[in-house]
């Protein structure tokens, strides 16, 4: 049982680091919105009317779900001692922190169907993790997996990140 924690210890450093790395990313993305000045930033809006849109799914609600399956993907891998749930409700908390800083801090609006879709994000993350966690049939390869992938996307997501606040991309966010 030592070896095994010994073993766990390398890939759980990875691990917490590309959390925190892709952590960082979320806050400038969401809570910073890149370092741009919005002109709706200056209004503080609230919506408690879950996808009061006529379209369910727009793009705005899938890349929400989206932005939020790496967070759920690594609380599967980082916090495989608590409950299903309990997971489930971090990824909810987190979720109300930034739609809660959103709001406070004037950057975006707390909106009740962005909440709903970024911890469904988080849910498809910790299922694809349980998924991966099964098909490797070991807990420690499947981490190992998630490691291996997420080194190259983190770089990929820093790089974007960078040309995007650069206006080195085709695409215009401001």
């Not at 399956?69 to 599967?76: E, M, S």
């Not at 490691?147 to 206006?167: E, H």
Request: with cysteine; hydrophobic share 55%; proline share 4%.
């Amino acid at each position: 049982m030592k070896e095994l924690s010994k073993d766990l210890n390398g890939p759980n450093k990875w691990t917490t680091a590309l959390f925190v790395i892709y952590l960082i990313a979320l806050v400038w993305i969401l809570l910073l919105k890149l370092g741009v000045q919005f002109s709706y930033m200056e209004n503080r809006n609230t919506n408690f009317i879950p996808f009061n849109e006529p379209i369910f799914l727009t793009a705005e609600n899938m890349l929400n779900a989206l932005i939020f399956v790496p967070p759920g993907i690594y609380t599967g891998v980082l916090f495989s001692r608590w409950i299903f749930g309990k997971k489930l409700c971090f990824l909810f908390l987190l979720s109300l922190l930034v739609e809660g800083l959103q709001y406070i801090l004037r950057i975006g609006a707390f909106d009740v169907t962005d909440l709903i879709t970024n911890t469904s994000g988080g849910l498809i993350g910790l299922l694809v993790f349980s998924g991966l966690e099964m098909v490797c049939q070991n807990r420690f390869w499947a981490q190992k997996f998630i490691n291996i992938l997420a080194v190259p996307a983190t770089a990929l997501l820093i790089l974007i990140l960078v040309l995007l606040k650069m206006n080195l991309l085709p695409v215009r966010y401001q």
